[in-house]
C-alpha cells in the first residue's frame, strides 16, 4: 500500500475548562488511504470535530504517538511548517460555510491561494462555474442563498487541488436539496481529481455513497 494519507495512532484530546478536565478523545488509531472518500458518524458531542480539528492541524491533540498528514511527520512540525502544511494540502467545509461577508464569491475562493502567495487564475472562475455560480461570482456572500454559500465554500476548499478535503457536517445547515446539490459535487470532484475526503455527517443518506464509514461514541470508534 502506499503512504496512508492520514495515519494515526494513539491520539489522545482532553479539553481544560477552568480546573476541569474533559478527555474527549481515548487513544485513537486511524489510517486513510490516498483517494479514500470516508465518513464519520456519531452522537453529538462523541468528539468528531475534535478529531477532524487535529487530523486538519488546527489544534494540536494533548497527547499522540504518530500524527502523520500527507506524508509528513505533524508532531515534528513547528507551527510555522504545520502551517504551510495546512494551507498547502488541506482543504476545509464547514457547517456555517465560514464564508468572508465583505468580499466577493469569487474572491472567497480565490482567498487560499492569496494566502499561499499564489497567483489568482483562471481556476477560480472555472471552479464557480463549476458548482453552477459563474453568474454570481461577484455577490457578497449575503446575497446568496445558503445552498450557494455551501457551494462558494465547496469551491474555495478544492482551489489550488488540495490533496486533503475535510468537511465537518456541510450540509448541516441546509435543506434535503441543498444537501444532495452539494453532496453531488463532492463525489464528482472525488471522482474526477481522486482527493481523500474525510466528512462528518449525521444523515445516514449522505453516508451511503462513501468508501467506508467509522462510527464514534465517546472519544472511540466503534468497532
Ligand atoms: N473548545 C472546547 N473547549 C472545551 N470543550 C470542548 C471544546 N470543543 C468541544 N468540547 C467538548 O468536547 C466534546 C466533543 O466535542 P466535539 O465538538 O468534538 O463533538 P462532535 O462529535 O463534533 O459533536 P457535534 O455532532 O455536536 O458537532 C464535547 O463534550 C464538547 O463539549
Ligand atoms: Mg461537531
Redesign the pocket.
Known sequence: MSDPMIHVRGVCHT???GGVQ?P?LHDLDLDIAPGEFVVIM???????????NIVGLMMPPSRAEVLRVGGRDALGLDDAARARLRRHAIGFVFQRFNLLPAISARENVALPLRIRGERVDGQVDSLLERVGLARYAGKKPGQLSVGQQQRVALARALVGRPSLVLA??PTGNLDSENAEAVLALLGEFHREWHQTILM?T?NPALAAGADRVIR?QD?RFCD
Open positions: 479539553y481544560r475548562h474533559e474527549v456519531g452522537p453529538s458531542g462523541c468528539g468528531k470535530t475534535t478529531l477532524l465537518d457536517e462528518i449525521h464514534m472519544g
